[in-house]
């Protein structure tokens, strides 16, 4: 009816709010993109094993399955910016049973367009083959449900698009002379304090926490470790290797990679 398309409408509209607040200085910056496509070699030992969507979808436990959807969706943003096609449409498939799985397939479709528009307008095989998939997309999730899904989603994104520029940045061959970007990924990494606590205030709005997920929890430590951040410092380093040495970098970078194996270890 009516009332149910309306309502609809205005969950997602209110989760496209949310996208935009805690994605926002990754979009602004394009740093993850510039490092795919210009400085960073393809490492595909970073991506999630895409075999475990057996597993999430067997286990029955839709708020994990939601996590790691938001997982592969980031992972598949990297395959397509190398032009990885065959394996990102793997990666294409696996996003779709697990937004089929916990009835998001609305959502799925919306955020696909958002992230990889440019993408899907340049590739005419895929535009035709989202087109046939989501034909008559719908999400079955009821309003609670696809609040609580939503938000684990945006985590398990929001968290694998960090995962993978502290990866670069750990791994950073400091006798590299192309320091300008890897001090421009430093700089998007510790500037996510705001970001996060729009991801914490939306857990907190839809009273996730009382349910006892443990990515709320992860997410507090991660954001403790930002909190004792001296960003003003870290950010006046000019030397790499100095600034890899940085406690409260290493701090994060151990918060961060220990919520990553949370979520896909479900």
């Not at 990754?26 to 510039?34: D, F, G, K, P």
Request: proline residues 0%.
């Amino acid at each position: 009816n009516s009332q149910s398309v309306e309502n609809s409408d205005s969950l997602e509209q209110d989760a496209a709010v949310v996208r935009e607040r805690v994605l926002k200085s990754l979009r602004n910056s394009q740093v993850t993109a510039h490092l795919y496509k210009n400085e960073m070699d393809f490492d595909k030992t970073l991506l999630h094993d895409v075999g475990r969507t057996d597993h999430y979808i067997q286990r029955g436990n839709k708020g994990a399955a939601a996590l790691n959807l938001g997982v592969y969706l980031s992972d598949l943003s990297q395959l397509m910016a190398f032009n990885k096609n065959d394996e990102a449409s793997r990666y294409f498939e696996a996003c779709f049973r697990l937004s089929d799985f916990i009835g998001m397939k609305k959502q799925l479709n919306l955020a696909i367009q958002f992230g990889f528009n440019e993408i899907i307008a340049g590739d005419e095989k895929l535009k035709t083959s989202l087109e046939q998939r989501f034909e008559d997309s719908g999400n079955a999730a009821q309003e609670k449900e696809f609040k609580k899904f939503h938000a684990a989603a945006l985590t398990g994104y929001y968290v694998e698009e960090l995962y993978h520029l502290a990866s670069f940045i750990q791994s950073y061959n400091t006798t590299d002379k192309k320091d300008s970007t890897f001090f421009a990924a430093v700089k998007v990494l510790v500037d996510q304090k705001d970001e996060m606590n729009n991801l914490i205030t939306y857990f907190d709005h839809i009273k996730l926490k009382s349910e006892g997920i443990s990515a709320y929890q992860d997410l507090l430590a991660l954001q403790a470790k930002y909190l004792t951040l001296d960003r003003d410092r870290v950010l006046r380093e000019t030397n790499a290797s100095l600034l890899l040495k940085e406690k409260s970098l290493q701090d994060i970078f151990d918060a961060l990679f220990s919520f990553r194996k949370r979520i896909i270890d479900f």
